[in-house]
């Protein structure tokens, strides 16, 4: 019997055996597809990682203090006090002038003595001076009431090397000197040539007494100066003179006219003593100190009527001016007063009453206070810093914008003597000179002095503005003008943009996701979801290009038939499905499917038609025949958009008043009747909740206006062509297939057994899609909605294009906008590399990062919860 073949049973159960025993190459493949998908995933989350590293590290150096390189300290031959002080860019050469007219020109570094100059000034004592803003051109003042004007700067250029002269002294490691010439080597091995230009230029006298306050300015062409100063004389009296020079061109002589005009007096009290003087660079008004803590400020735009316009006390009583000075642009004052107070003021166009042109000064930033008396403030050539100077030796280096002091310095030498301080023209150091001739420079660097988290994200009062708030505005026309860094604008235009853009994309997406998914013939779903999923490909410069050249001049000129056509259109809608329900039931059940569908193509291009033909008429009733002019305020009340607002909700309130009250009757009247009987009978009812609605809402719009509300002002304001309601249009044009195919996705994956049975217990299809299809799938229909917000939030081109690029804090729809990622888009090409601005958009992108990641993080918990949800149904 051993021998016998094994039975039929004996072998199918052996087969099955066999069968239970995974082949080696299913197990190899199954764990090579895992290893992948692991190291998949593990790339992706590395490669997230990095880009957050990279950002980080881009983003870092904007935060980070600055750092001192050293100082160096010297002792100067000067034969009496010194007067005036300079320095050149490249901090190798310095020069002192004095009261007694020796000027020297010194080697930064070490001390050394260039040249000494002595300037002719006829015996006179020099009882004040004054420079243009580079420090270049000096006016002296005298006992004598007389000022003179003097050259006191640098001169640089290239040399050679084969051009160097011989018998060079060597100076330092770095630099070498010869007759008056510092040579210093540069990357490219030939020498930067540096030396002083010293000359003493013309004499006016203005006065007969002594003048103890001085400015000067000098504008007009090479050919053509015009030399404008303004002197106070130890009299009180006041005076602005402007000197024409003409220069012959052939034989270089100058022709000097000079007119003085006397300025109204001070008015100053018994004892008070002027402390500073300062003209603006067009000469339209005066600031003058006193050390009774006074600011008086003359307003000169008509020079043959000059008023005094404000005095304002700027210090508290008691307390004296003893430092002044214009920040770059002039429209802000720096004020050091001998409390070791430092404070900057505005000057605003306020309208008061108070002054005689209707501005005022207003203190605008109170800066950290210094240790003693400020003996001395210097303002920086390019941007918004200054150095000031106690009495006590500190020297501090302050940032208005950004209310902070980047370095406090102290002097090591006598403290106790009066000094000045400058900041050398690039801004990378400080010098200060006392009257004895001793002089300290530091050198640093603080490459971003004008950014901290404060200026990045929080209010700025920014010169020129009447209060703090958000400004992003990188670039100007000029130099002088201030960069503004908050991010805030952006972010909020950012958040604007997806509003209004998800506002539109979202009723339409999901409606139209459960029309497909719910209601229409298999054979229409698989014509129009194609046709959505191509939408996608649509590339979104293109869809830009057409919203900045067509859609926003066409919304412009239709902007009455656009409005109508957001009531219009779902009304079409509505008609569409009425006419539908009053068909025959064998008729209805019969063209069911792609039919269907057409008619309610064809109501809603009706309805269309019918808006774009009533868009003139509607814009008349409603809005006076002028939206764009209504928009400003000028004309009509608010009443007419509130209505247009309030309906949607006025609708809702009376088709939940007539539920509750004649809900249960209604269904029982029509459930009687006939298909279409009953159909007629709700369009009825539905044309007058529509007339009930319209009425609730004019009423309450008409209360709003009579209790003073407008949202002209708010969120509707002036009309701009690129607007955020032609983003909005065209961007939902972008979102929608998005979110459309996610939702369709996850309706139809709601399982069939839930829908056959909520139709067995009674419901319509229509209920079982809200209250069992659409519950179910929440989780996958909440993520097509936050997949549909990320791809707004990071839209780039459609903003850049069609959005106007203005970084405003408004929620206006008919104004534009600017985002992060159209920010990055427009200036990170002309950005200059680890440039303040560079960073800072690095910065951006960083912050676009962490909303996108925050909004899919919270996204996902919900979703989780959703799924919870559904899990227990």
């Given at each position: 019997m051993s021998d016998m073949a094994p039975t039929t049973s004996e072998r199918g159960a052996a087969a099955r055996k066999r069968r239970m025993t995974t082949r080696t190459s299913v197990v190899l493949g199954e764990k090579l597809a895992g290893g992948i998908i692991t190291v998949g995933g593990l790339m992706v989350i590395v490669a997230v990682l990095g880009i957050m590293v990279f950002l980080f590290r881009v983003v870092m150096p904007l935060m980070a203090g600055g750092e001192m390189h050293g100082n160096v300290r010297h002792q100067l031959s000067m034969p009496a006090p010194v007067a005036w002080v300079n320095g050149d860019e490249f901090q190798t050469l310095g020069i002192v002038a004095d009261t007694s007219g020796n000027v020297l020109t010194y080697h930064i570094p070490t001390g050394t003595e260039v040249t000494r100059t002595t300037l002719d000034f006829d015996g006179a004592e020099v009882t004040s001076v004054a420079g243009t803003l580079e420090r270049d051109r000096v006016a002296f003042g005298f006992d004598d009431g007389s000022v003179r004007f003097a050259t006191l700067g640098f001169e640089s250029r290239a040399t050679a090397r084969n051009r160097l002269p011989s018998g060079l002294i060597q100076i330092d490691a770095r630099d070498r000197m010869l007759d008056g010439f510092v040579y210093t080597e540069v990357g490219t091995g030939d020498f930067r040539t540096n030396s002083s230009i010293v000359e003493l230029r013309s004499v006016e006298q203005v006065s007969d007494a002594p003048i103890v306050a001085l400015d000067y300015r000098i504008g007009g062409t090479a050919e053509?100066?015009?030399?404008?100063?303004?002197?106070?004389?130890?009299?009180?009296?006041?005076?602005?003179?402007?000197?024409?020079?003409?220069?012959?061109?052939?034989?270089?002589?100058?022709?000097?006219?000079?007119?003085?005009?006397?300025?109204?007096?001070?008015?100053?009290?018994?004892?008070?003593?002027?402390?500073?003087?300062?003209m603006s660079g067009s000469a339209d008004r005066i600031i003058i100190s006193s050390d009774s803590g006074y600011v008086y400020r003359y307003d000169l735009r008509n020079i043959d009527a000059p008023v005094l316009a404000e005095r304002i006390r700027v210090a508290d009583d008691g307390v004296g001016v003893?430092?002044?000075?214009?920040?770059?642009?002039?429209?802000?004052?720096?004020?050091?007063?001998?409390?070791?107070?430092?404070?900057?003021?505005?000057?605003?166009?306020?309208?008061?009453?108070?002054?005689?042109?209707?501005?005022?000064?207003?203190?605008?930033?109170?800066?950290?206070?210094?240790?003693?008396?400020?003996?001395?403030?210097?303002?920086?050539?390019?941007?918004?810093?200054?150095?000031?100077?106690?009495?006590?030796?500190?020297?501090?280096?302050?940032?208005?914008?950004?209310?902070?002091?980047?370095?406090?310095?102290?002097?090591?030498?006598?403290?106790?003597?009066?000094?000045?301080?400058?900041?050398?023209?690039r801004a990378d150091g400080v010098m200060v000179v006392n009257d004895t001739g001793e002089f300290e420079a530091w050198q640093y660097t603080q490459k971003h002095p004008e950014v901290t988290l404060r200026v990045l994200f929080g209010r700025i009062w920014y010169e020129g503005y009447g209060q703090p708030e958000f400004i992003w505005q990188s670039t100007a026309g000029t130099d002088l003008s201030e960069p503004k860094y908050s991010l805030v604008p952006l972010i909020f235009g950012t958040i604007k943009a997806a509003t209004y853009a998800m506002l539109f994309a979202v009723p339409i997406a999901l409606m139209a996701a459960i029309y497909t998914s719910e209601f229409v013939d298999s054979r229409v779903r698989g014509t129009v979801k194609p046709m959505m999923e191509m939408m996608e490909s649509l590339p979104t410069v293109v869809l830009g290009f057409i919203a900045a050249l067509v859609l926003a001049p066409l919304v412009e000129e239709w902007i009455g038939a656009v409005l109508l056509g957001?009531?219009?259109?779902?009304?079409?809608?509505?008609?569409?499905?009425?006419?539908?329900?009053?068909?025959?039931?064998?008729?209805?059940?019969?063209?069911?499917?792609?039919?269907?569908?057409?008619?309610?193509?064809?109501?809603?291009?009706?309805?269309?038609?019918v808006a774009a033909s009533l868009g003139a008429s509607f814009e008349r009733v409603l809005f006076y025949g002028d939206f764009k002019g209504w928009t400003t305020g000028r004309i009509g009340t608010g009443t007419p958009f509130m209505f247009l607002i309030l309906l949607p909700l006025s609708y809702l309130v009376v088709g939940w008043a007539f539920r509750k009250l004649y809900g249960h009757h209604w269904r029982a009247l029509i459930g009687g009747m006939a298909r279409s009987r009953a159909g007629l009978f709700d369009a009825g009812r539905w044309v007058s909740m529509l007339l009930g609605a319209m009425l609730l809402s004019y009423a309450f719009a008409s209360?709003?206006?009579?209790?003073?509300?407008?949202?002209r002002g708010s969120f509707i304001d002036s009309y701009q062509q690129r607007n955020a309601l032609v983003v909005g249009f065209i961007m939902a044009f972008a979102v929608i297939p998005n979110i459309y195919t996610l939702a369709e996705d996850a309706l139809n994956s709601v399982p069939g057994h839930l829908r056959a049975a909520s139709l067995a217990c009674g419901a319509t299809p229509w209920q079982t899609a809200r209250w069992v299809v659409l519950?179910?799938?929440?989780?996958?229909?909440?993520?097509?909605?936050?997949?549909?917000?990320?791809?707004?939030?990071?839209?780039?081109?459609?903003?850049?294009?069609?959005?106007?690029?203005?970084?405003?804090?408004?929620?206006?729809?008919?104004?534009?906008?600017?985002?992060?990622?159209?920010?990055?888009?427009?200036?990170?090409?002309?950005?200059?590399?680890?440039?303040?601005?560079?960073?800072?958009?690095?910065?951006?992108?960083?912050?676009?990062?962490?909303?996108?990641?925050?909004?899919?993080?919270?996204?996902?918990?919900?979703?989780?919860?959703?799924?919870?949800?559904?899990?227990?149904?």
């Open positions: 053509r100066p015009i030399i404008v100063f303004a002197t106070v004389d130890a009299a009180g009296q006041v005076r602005v003179s402007r000197s024409r020079v003409q220069i012959n061109m052939m034989t270089g002589d100058e022709t000097v006219t000079t007119t003085t005009t006397d300025l109204p007096s001070l008015g100053v009290e018994a004892g008070e003593q002027v402390t500073g003087l300062l003893t430092a002044l000075t214009f920040l770059t642009a002039e429209d802000a004052l720096v004020v050091g007063t001998d409390d070791g107070g430092v404070a900057v003021w505005f000057r605003l166009q306020t309208g008061t009453t108070a002054t005689t042109d209707g501005r005022e000064m207003v203190r605008a930033r109170t800066h950290a206070p210094m240790p003693a008396a400020v003996i001395d403030v210097s303002e920086s050539q390019r941007s918004k810093e200054f150095v000031a100077t106690d009495i006590d030796g500190n020297v501090w280096v302050y940032h208005s914008t950004s209310d902070q002091v980047l370095f406090r310095l102290a002097r090591s030498g006598a403290t106790n003597e009066q000094a000045q301080g400058m900041l050398f023209p957001f009531f219009a259109l779902p009304m079409g809608l509505m008609i569409g499905a009425f006419a539908w329900q009053a068909l025959p039931a064998n008729m209805a059940l019969k063209y069911d499917g792609f039919p269907k569908f057409v008619l309610m193509g064809l109501s809603i291009l009706v309805t269309a038609w209360f709003l206006t009579l209790i003073g509300y407008d949202p519950p179910t799938a929440a989780s996958g229909v909440f993520s097509a909605v936050m997949m549909g917000m990320g791809r707004a939030v990071g839209e780039t081109m459609i903003v850049v294009m069609a959005a106007g690029n203005t970084p405003i804090m408004e929620w206006n729809i008919f104004s534009g906008l600017r985002t992060l990622s159209a920010n990055i888009a427009i200036e990170l090409p002309e950005a200059v590399k680890d440039g303040t601005n560079y960073r800072v958009l690095f910065l951006a992108a960083l912050t676009l990062f962490i909303m996108t990641f925050v909004i899919n993080t919270g996204a996902e918990l919900i979703r989780q919860r959703f799924r919870k949800r559904a899990f227990n149904l």
